[in-house]
């Protein structure tokens, strides 16, 4: 562990130790918070990498389900949507939910649920479900930990000469360029990607790479956890930030992503979460989209808590990284804690 690191979670297990943490959670009478995992994955020597950094382990998300049922209601997202319809919140709560729709979720974070008896939300691209193609944010950084080549040139507001020869150097180039992409059109984007792939030689890059972690659920697990009582919500169908397409594209994304939940679960999607989810990626022309096509809640990637009065169309949550330890965990589901770690 980091110096910085290892100081801080001896300051989190501080309060923790001395109560702080349970105080403070006792004074939240009114509140909800939102938890985001992305995969949970058996732990192994494949957490040191860059992109493993929004995976947790199995048995991590088990510990985190037990601390969080101890301190909090769990309810379902279609629970928590008509609580904040009757317009009173008694108590505490939370609500866990899962974007993107890895197989892993239904393979390993499932059977955790099902143990603790507690309800989670999937949001699911389903452009992708029974799918053998690669998220194209997930690509971009696979491509560059996955290439024999040593560098990358591209240019994005100005010549970009990427070191590809160390961990360090993947992760910059991965984080720049991925955030350059999404302030871009996502025909601009695709451009980029071609040319990644071209100088990378990782054209014919799948999931089955790291099957764990980067391929998708099919129709029959979607449904099988539908069966279950998890929610299936939508995550956009080819995880287009909203901001990067025309409304009318992202109307087209959002119906199509509804309707074949719909049609291959049975149940009403009412539920979404935005990709990527930080301000700037959607907007007030977006939610009253999202209420006209029948969504009752929308979920975001901006840290909080939320209350009577919270918009519904842009719910706060906490995104779960790998990083977080025990007492990190409970600083930030009090208030006392924001992680530095977030979906980009």
């Known amino acids: 562990m980091k110096p910085k690191s290892f100081l801080k979670n001896l300051y989190y297990t501080g309060l923790d130790l001395a109560g702080f943490t349970r105080k403070r959670i006792a004074t939240f009478q009114q509140q909800v918070v939102g938890l985001t995992y992305h995969s949970v994955i058996p732990e192994s020597e494949k957490f040191q990498r860059y992109d493993y950094r929004n995976c947790v382990t199995t048995r991590h998300f088990d510990r985190q389900i037990k601390i969080l049922k101890n301190l909090y209601d769990v309810v379902s997202i279609e629970d928590l949507s008509q609580i904040f319809t009757s317009g009173r919140i008694n108590g505490r709560y939370a609500f866990i939910s899962f974007d993107d729709g890895f197989t892993n979720n239904f393979k390993y974070a499932l059977p955790v649920l099902k143990e603790n008896n507690v309800p989670a939300v999937f949001y699911i691209n389903t452009g992708y479900i029974g799918k053998n193609r690669l998220l194209w ?27 590809l020869s ?29 040319l990644i792939k071209k100088q990378t030689g990782t054209e014919n890059l799948s999931p089955e790479i790291d099957a764990d972690r980067y391929r998708f659920m099919n129709w029959d697990e979607v449904q099988a956890m539908s069966d279950l009582g998890m929610i299936i919500g939508s995550h956009t169908h080819e995880h287009m930030l909203l901001n990067m397409i025309p409304e009318e594209q992202a109307e087209t994304e959002l119906t199509i992503s509804k309707k074949l ?28 989209l999202l209420e006209r096509l029948g969504y009752a809640t929308a979920a975001t990637q901006i840290k909080g808590f939320n209350h009577i009065g919270s918009n519904p169309y842009a719910l706060s949550r906490f995104n779960i990284s790998h990083q977080l330890s025990r007492a990190e965990f409970k600083a930030m589901i009090s208030g006392f804690f924001r992680s530095e770690y977030s979906y980009d």
């Open 166 to 194: 160390t961990p360090a150097g993947q992760l910059k180039a991965s984080v720049e360029i991925r955030n350059y992409l999404k302030q871009k059109t996502f025909s601009e984007a695709e451009e980029i990607m071609a």
């Open 261 to 288: 939940i719909e049609d291959h679960t049975g149940q009403v999607c009412r539920h979404f979460s935005y990709p990527n989810g930080s301000p700037g990626n959607f907007g007030q022309n977006h939610f009253r």
């Open 137 to 163: 944010t997930e690509f971009i950084t696979a491509a560059l930990i996955f290439t024999a080549v040593k560098s990358l040139s591209l240019t994005l507001n100005r010549e970009h000469l990427f070191d």
